[in-house]
């Protein structure tokens, strides 16, 4: 698959609202004003996205009804 096509792909890894939190520990998180709140991981506990009120990603490939492509 090119880069181009890759661009393409909808999933997390492509969509604006991804906010990489890795390097604070918190991992990759959903921005998106909709899923605020939301548990988005299959176990829906996650004691950090309590105060960030941000869902986690559980994975790059993963994607939800509010995808929104980057630099669109």
């Keep these: 698959m090119s880069a181009a096509q890759l661009d393409e792909v909808r999933n997390c890894g492509n969509c604006q609202h991804l906010a990489w939190l890795v390097a604070l520990g918190l991992g990759p998180r959903c921005t998106h004003p909709e899923n605020r709140g939301l548990p988005i991981i299959p176990s829906g506990y996650d004691p950090a ?4 009120d941000l869902p986690i ?11 929104q492509r980057k630099g669109k």
């Design 49 to 52: 996205g309590k105060a960030l």
């Design 57 to 67: 990603i559980p994975s790059r490939d993963f994607v939800c009804e509010n995808h």
